[in-house]
Nanobody, 125 residues
């Protein structure tokens, strides 16, 4: 079974920093693009940042210059470094992988559009 497990959320004051981690578990062979999304109460889930398997990155305008996404392919992990946090960054943050190739029963298999369980980030003013 392949899973994405997030960690690193918490409560921080405005202007502070947090680093989120998302690790894929299982007999992973490769992971395509990965991303971080967030959902605030009463709002739709939105893309925060994503990164290709070759480490090309894309950011929402609201986080450019403050957040950095990066990955460690050897650890099957993607990170989100969040600096200069604002109260409007408060949300549940979710990790996503668009395709994970893994081994099972002697065969390679794929899982698509996999999500983590989410981690709460709260920024106080």
């Amino acid at each position: 079974q392949v899973q994405l497990v997030e960690s690193g959320g918490g409560l921080v004051q405005a202007g502070g920093s947090l680093r989120l981690s998302c690790a894929a578990s299982g007999s992973i062979f490769s992971i395509n693009a990965m991303g971080w999304y967030r959902q605030a109460p009463g709002k739709q889930r939105e893309l925060v940042a994503d990164i290709t398997s070759g480490s090309g990155t894309n950011y929402a305008d609201s986080v450019k210059g403050r957040f950095t996404i990066f990955r460690d392919n050897a650890k099957n992990t993607v990170y989100l470094q969040m600096n200069s946090l604002k109260p409007e960054d408060t949300a549940v943050y979710y990790c996503n992988a668009d395709r994970i190739r893994y081994g099972r029963g002697g065969y390679y298999r794929n899982v698509y559009d996999l999500w983590g369980q989410g981690t709460q980030v709260t920024v106080s003013s």
